[in-house]
């Protein structure tokens, strides 16, 4: 009896501790997770400002001065602009194909002085004659088309990472937006000239050379969209039929 009351004592404690761990797994997916920062589009501290001239009698410092009377551009590493996201593509592809195949082959059958060859077998009545032939019939016919129509449109702002020799800024920058059902995420990174940039110190994303732009999500949202793996091996090349 007391052991029947230790393995009942057992079995308790650990469907409590299964419950309390499905409990706490269950609590962790429901709760809204801080947007992870992306080191590769991280923001960058602006250079370092070189020490003041001891005794050069001067009132201006080179590498103190602030631009009052020009428009406020990017132009070094650590200033911030605007790039417009203005992304708008439509690609249409279609394609069909029509195989046909017929073969016929006949083969006649041998003759010897004049007359034609034939054997029996033994058991059954009548002679047969060594005429053969063979036919082949095949056919193919596939049509496909694939439409793609892609929308990017707002705003992100970004840094300038690095100045290049010729001049250009190479910029990068993250949107990170936690929501209830998830993170948003948009990274953007490139080059760009520093006279594409307008006065409002802002840069259409088309003028983005070697651009990066990634809008991706995670959370409850996102992996609900998400493909099961079963069912992309059923829709892979690795599927027999």
Same mark, same amino acid.
């Not at 001067?58 to 009377?69: D, L, N």
């Not at 602009?81 to 059958?109: C, F, M, P, R, Y």
């Not at 970004?158 to 800024?169: A, K, Q």
């Given at each position: 009896?007391?052991?029947?009351r *230790?393995?009942?004592?057992?079995?308790?404690?650990?469907?409590?501790?299964?419950?309390?761990?499905?409990?706490?797994?269950?609590?962790?997916?429901?709760?809204?997770?801080?947007p992870?920062?992306?080191?590769? +589009?991280?923001?960058?501290?602006?250079?370092?400002?070189?020490?003041?001239?001891?005794?050069?009698?001067?009132?201006?410092?080179?590498?103190?001065?602030?631009?009052?009377?020009? *428009?406020?551009?990017a132009?070094?590493?650590?200033?911030i602009?605007?790039?417009?996201?203005?992304?708008?593509?439509?690609?249409?592809?279609?394609?069909?194909?029509?195989?046909?195949?017929?073969?016929?082959?006949?083969?006649?059958?041998p003759?010897?002085?004049?007359?034609?060859?034939?054997?029996?077998?033994?058991?059954?009545?009548?002679?047969y004659?060594?005429?053969?032939?063979?036919?082949?019939?095949?056919?193919?016919e596939?049509?496909?088309?694939?439409?793609? *129509?892609?929308e +990017?449109?707002?705003?992100v702002?970004?840094?300038?990472?690095?100045?290049?020799?010729?001049?250009?800024?190479?910029?990068?920058?993250?949107?990170?937006i936690g929501?209830?059902?998830g993170?948003?995420?948009?990274?953007?990174?490139?080059?760009?000239?520093?006279?594409?940039?307008?006065?409002?110190?802002?840069?259409?994303s088309?003028?983005?050379?070697?651009?990066?732009?990634?809008?991706?999500?995670?959370?409850?949202?996102?992996?609900?969209?998400?493909?099961?793996?079963?069912?992309? +091996? +059923?829709?892979?090349?690795?599927?027999?039929?």
């Open positions: 009896m007391t052991e029947y *230790n393995n009942c004592h057992s079995l308790t404690t650990v469907v409590g501790r299964v419950l309390a761990l499905c409990v706490a797994l269950l609590s962790l997916v429901a709760c809204t997770t801080t992870d920062h992306d080191p590769q +589009f991280a923001a960058v501290p602006p250079a370092a400002i070189p020490p003041v001239p001891q005794g050069n009698g001067s009132i201006y410092q080179a590498g103190f001065e602030r631009a009052w009377f020009e *428009n406020l551009r132009r070094r590493v650590g200033d602009l605007v790039i417009n996201l203005v992304e708008d593509t439509e690609a249409i592809q279609t394609n069909s194909g029509k195989v046909d195949k017929s073969t016929s082959t006949s083969i006649l059958s003759t010897l002085f004049g007359r034609g060859l034939s054997f029996g077998l033994p058991g059954l009545k009548g002679s004659n060594l005429n053969q032939s063979l036919a082949s019939d095949h056919s193919f596939g049509d496909g088309e694939n439409t793609q *129509n892609n +990017f449109s707002g705003s702002s970004v840094m300038v990472t690095e100045v290049l020799p010729n001049g250009y800024l190479r910029v990068r920058g993250e949107k990170r929501m209830t059902g993170n948003e995420y948009i990274r953007v990174s490139g080059i760009i000239r520093p006279e594409d940039i307008d006065t409002r110190n802002t840069v259409d088309t003028r983005v050379a070697d651009a990066t732009l990634i809008y991706v999500g995670d959370g409850q949202v996102s992996a609900a969209s998400k493909m099961g793996w079963l069912a992309k +091996f +059923f829709i892979s090349a690795l599927m027999p039929f």
